[in-house]
């Protein structure tokens, strides 16, 4: 097994000092991040901070898959590439989410988890990252990031969580001794931990209500070596900085920063706005716009010397899951990545606020958390360019005038099991039954085992849409939560872990009623090549 992880191709454009204090805001604009100070209370400028040493290392996930795509040429090289992937489980966790339902036209989105792991295993990651009596460690997962695809390509985001979240890690099996690891709370990052990156997905999973599909991990040397393979990458700070425990030193204004200085600048927190998680998690979202900008423009793929460099790079320095453990899927990944619009590319930050129980060390997602969760689940663009007011075509009657309720097929499905909880034994014939109740008399509960956060309606074409709103109204499920899928065969409900009991559907609010990510997520847009980071006046020389 391997540690480290890196994400997709993302390309930068220079920065202007004294743009905003959050990556993508102008000067002034205030922070709406979260409503604490910070996971971690900084230290004055020099001191060592600990965990300070534990860096962000995720550019090549992007990148490797973008670059595959490119460099995947010749085949005679193609078996010593895919030597250099490592490979690990997807899950460990004993129970998973159901993939997301393909919409309409058979398509589905990607979920893809993002780490960066402190491992000091190798004599080269001692060396940048320091700390060698951690050799031994098992590594952490201090950068964590899930990347969005939606089902036609057309958008993608990104969500981000501090290291410090205090979640649920559920149950986990590490496959390679059969060690197991009880269901505990404690901080997402020492998730990696509990029998190695697929732990961390299962705690993502009992998280968020995503459905994660691949992961892809990348360590300190790994981020090195990508950022040399691509040629640097353009940054930008609003004054000077410098942080003794990263060893970041830069003056004010633009910077294309490679090699060890990109570590530095993934792992620098200290140094960067109010010398918290928070502000390490903007930089890293500064940095990977940049990434992908550069790759997405062609620049830095025009030498078949450096397009070489950059496979070697990106296939050494991930661990993947087996689904994506090759070159051909890896390139059949970048393939998919690179039809997505760089200015629909949407980096957020998961609203936090200070664990009530342990204060200023700790943090715990806000309402706002949940909130951009459901957009995900429900594919809704982060950005605010979702579809809106779109009407089914072809019905053959009528949107207003939907069959008689005793006319109407109705299967009902279970989906009320989670990661960490089991199913509620007979829900779904008590659903049915209250259908059957109020007049849907082909109402019936299907035993085939689903698992999903949501409650959802579905139905297979659009002369069925007036039925599949007349069974959501019934059963006082959202609209929103209506939708047209080429994996039913007639009006279905699945009951999701949303509704564990009770005869009325529980009030929430409604997935992306703002139709874009709620302020305290931070959104930064990967188009956006204006965004400068703005230094924390304590590291500032």
């Known amino acids: 097994m391997r540690e480290g992880a890196r994400t997709r191709p993302l390309t930068p454009g220079p920065r202007r000092p004294g743009d905003g204090a959050v990556p993508g805001t102008r000067p002034g604009t205030p922070h709406t991040g979260g409503t604490g100070g910070g996971a971690v209370v900084p230290p004055p400028p020099g001191g060592r901070g600990g965990r300070g040493r534990k860096a962000l290392k995720w550019t090549a996930v992007v990148v490797s898959a973008a670059v595959l795509a490119g460099a995947g040429a010749g085949y005679v090289y193609y078996e010593h590439l895919n030597g250099n992937l490592d490979k690990d489980r997807l899950n460990l966790g004993d129970n998973r989410l159901d993939r997301a339902e393909a919409n309409e036209?058979?398509?589905?989105?990607?979920?893809?988890?993002?780490?960066?792991?402190?491992?000091?295993?190798?004599?080269?990651?001692?060396?940048?990252?320091?700390?060698?009596?951690?050799a031994g460690r098992k590594p952490l997962a201090d950068v964590q990031m899930l990347l969005h695809v939606s089902p036609d390509r057309s958008n993608a985001s990104v969500v981000s969580i501090p290291r410090d979240t205090r979640v649920k890690i559920p149950k986990c099996t590490d496959p390679d001794d059969g060690t197991v690891y009880p269901e505990t709370d404690d901080t997402i990052n020492s998730s990696l931990q509990h029998g190695g990156p697929g732990c961390t997905v299962a705690a993502w999973e009992e998280l968020t209500g995503i459905p994660v599909d691949h992961f892809m991990m990348i360590d300190f040397a790994g981020v090195v070596s990508m950022a040399d393979a691509v040629g640097g990458v353009p940054v930008c700070v609003d004054a000077n900085v410098e942080d003794s425990d990263s060893g970041l030193r830069l003056t004010e204004g633009d910077h294309t920063i490679r090699g060890?200085?990109?570590?530095?600048?993934?792992?620098?927190?200290?140094?960067?706005?109010?010398?918290?998680?928070?502000?390490?998690?903007?930089?890293?979202?500064?940095?990977?716009?940049?990434?992908?900008?550069?790759?997405?423009?062609?620049?830095?793929?025009?030498?078949?010397?450096?397009?070489?460099?950059?496979?070697?790079?990106?296939?050494?320095?991930?661990?993947?899951?087996?689904?994506?453990?090759?070159?051909?899927?890896?390139?059949?990944?970048?393939?998919?990545?690179?039809?997505?619009?760089?200015?629909?590319?949407?980096?957020?930050?998961?609203?936090?606020?200070?664990?009530?129980?342990?204060?200023?060390?700790?943090?715990?997602?806000?309402?706002?958390?949940?909130?951009?969760?459901?957009?995900?689940?429900?594919?809704?663009?982060?950005?605010?360019?979702?579809?809106?007011?779109?009407k089914e075509k072809g019905s053959t009657r009528?949107?207003?005038?939907?069959?008689?309720?005793?006319?109407?097929?109705?299967?009902?499905?279970?989906?009320?099991?989670?990661?960490?909880?089991?199913?509620?034994?007979?829900?779904?014939?008590?659903?049915?039954?209250?259908?059957?109740?109020?007049?849907?008399?082909?109402?019936?509960?299907?035993?085939?085992?689903?698992?999903?956060?949501?409650?959802?309606?579905s139905y297979p074409s659009a002369d069925l849409e007036a039925d599949a709103k007349l069974v959501a109204e019934a059963l006082g499920v959202p609209e929103s939560a209506v939708r047209k899928s080429s994996a039913v065969q007639s009006v279905t409900v699945v009951v999701g872990a949303d509704w564990r009991e009770g005869r009325t559907y529980p009030e929430k609010p409604a997935a992306g009623q703002d139709d874009k990510a709620p302020d305290s997520a931070s959104a930064l847009n990967a188009a956006d090549d204006g965004a400068c980071m703005k230094v924390n006046p304590r590291y500032s020389w």
Do not use: C
């Open 398 to 457: 009528p949107e207003d005038a939907p069959a008689a309720r005793d006319g109407i097929a109705v299967t009902v499905l279970n989906g009320t099991g989670t990661v960490a909880q089991a199913p509620v034994p007979g829900r779904a014939a008590a659903v049915a039954g209250l259908l059957t109740a109020d007049g849907f008399t082909q109402a019936a509960a299907d035993a085939t085992p689903k698992s999903q956060a949501d409650t959802t309606v």
């Open 105 to 134: 036209f058979g398509q589905t989105p990607l979920n893809i988890l993002l780490l960066g792991s402190d491992s000091r295993a190798s004599k080269e990651n001692q060396k940048l990252g320091g700390a060698k009596k951690d």
């Open 260 to 390: 060890e200085q990109a570590l530095q600048w993934l792992r620098t927190r200290h140094g960067f706005e109010d010398g918290s998680d928070i502000g390490r998690t903007h930089g890293q979202h500064m940095y990977l716009n940049a990434m992908i900008r550069q790759l997405k423009s062609g620049t830095k793929l025009t030498d078949p010397g450096k397009l070489t460099s950059l496979a070697e790079a990106a296939t050494e320095a991930l661990t993947v899951d087996e689904g994506l453990g090759s070159v051909k899927k890896l390139y059949d990944l970048g393939e998919q990545l690179q039809k997505i619009p760089t200015d629909r590319i949407t980096m957020t930050t998961m609203p936090w606020q200070q664990d009530p129980q342990n204060p200023g060390a700790h943090v715990i997602p806000t309402a706002d958390a949940e909130k951009l969760f459901s957009m995900i689940r429900s594919d809704t663009p982060l950005d605010g360019r979702g579809k809106k007011g779109k």
